[in-house]
């Protein structure tokens, strides 16, 4: 394996992280040993997953690796693309630019609110009786 042509980063959402390998090839996206059609079943979480990739008409050109674990499909599919984002412009630091402006660079910091003790949620409270 090169070295040289591999590139290295990490995405993050909510509780989900992404560790992503990206080389020269001919297309192959992987994700924790599957296809990513196999991976994500759903339709939605594949094209959040692979929209850096037809942002900067690279889709096809690049084999791309990805292990994640944590949280859900969601968030699963949100940490795979920052991964994929930041691997892109490590490699190529025009395309920071385009990915910048389609919001994709910065990771996404909203995660659940915890619960709060004598609450019935993090907001919600039990009915307040006043007789």
């Given at each position: 394996?090169?070295?040289?042509?591999?590139?290295?980063?990490?995405?993050?959402?909510?509780?989900?992280?992404?560790?992503?390998?990206?080389?020269?090839?001919?297309?192959?996206?992987?994700v924790?040993?599957?296809?990513?059609d196999?991976?994500?079943?759903?339709?939605?979480?594949?094209?959040?997953?692979i929209?850096?990739?037809?942002?900067?008409?690279?889709?096809?050109?690049?084999?791309?690796?990805?292990?994640?674990?944590?949280?859900?499909?969601?968030?699963?599919?949100?940490?795979?693309?920052?991964?994929?984002?930041?691997?892109?412009?490590?490699?190529?630091?025009?395309?920071?630019?385009?990915?910048?402006?389609?919001?994709?660079?910065?990771?996404?910091?909203?995660?659940?609110?915890?619960?709060?003790?004598?609450?019935?949620?993090?907001?919600?409270?039990?009915?307040?009786?006043?007789?």
């Amino acid at each position: 394996m090169e070295q040289e042509n591999v590139f290295y980063a990490t995405g993050r959402r909510k509780t989900a992280v992404a560790r992503t390998w990206l080389k020269p090839g001919k297309g192959d996206i992987i994700v924790n040993g599957l296809p990513i059609d196999e991976y994500f079943r759903l339709e939605f979480a594949k094209q959040i997953s692979i929209q850096p990739l037809f942002l900067t008409n690279t889709f096809g050109s690049y084999d791309i690796r990805v292990n994640v674990e944590g949280g859900g499909i969601t968030g699963q599919a949100g940490a795979v693309r920052h991964g994929i984002t930041k691997v892109l412009f490590q490699m190529n630091p025009e395309f920071r630019q385009i990915l910048k402006k389609a919001g994709f660079v910065k990771r996404d910091p909203r995660k659940k609110e915890r619960k709060k003790y004598g609450q019935r949620a993090a907001r919600a409270r039990f009915q307040f009786s006043k007789r």
